[in-house]
């Protein structure tokens, strides 16, 4: 079984950056689109950015547009949220996701990480 760890998330202030880093492992065959989603309390999960099989190709949720980027390194089996600009309103825990296809919706994801607290001060 597919299983994906995220880690990086913590208490950052306003205007600062984190890294938020996701290890898979289990998998077999050709690599998975990958994505990052979030869900602050009592709101629905949310797509945040994915990237494709190969990594040339990137999309991004417009509340995060140019300060979030997206990447992977294959040969680790890792994916990387770099999240710069942080905002009070990106607070969230922030879900690792493996999907088949190119999805922003979250039903199409096929394997979730058990999320990071990322949490912005004011």
């Known amino acids: 079984q597919v299983q994906l760890v995220e880690s990086g998330g913590r208490l950052v202030q306003d205007g600062a950056s984190l890294r938020l880093s996701c290890a898979e492992s289990?998998?077999?065959?050709?690599?998975?689109?990958m994505g990052w989603f979030r869900q602050a309390p009592g709101k629905d999960r949310e797509f945040v950015a994915s990237?494709?099989?190969?990594?040339?190709?990137?999309e991004y949720a417009a509340p995060i547009k140019g300060r979030f980027t997206i990447s992977r390194d294959k040969a680790k089996n890792m994916v990387y949220l770099q999240m710069n600009l942080l905002k009070p309103e990106d607070t969230a825990v922030y879900y690792c996701?493996?999907?088949?296809?190119?999805?922003?919706?979250?039903?199409?994801?096929?394997?979730w990480g058990q999320g990071t607290q990322v949490t912005v001060s004011s």
């Open positions: 996701a493996a999907s088949e296809f190119i999805s922003r919706d979250p039903g199409e994801v096929l394997y």
């Open positions: 990237i494709n099989r190969s990594g040339n190709t990137r």
């Open positions: 289990g998998r077999t065959g050709s690599p998975f689109v």
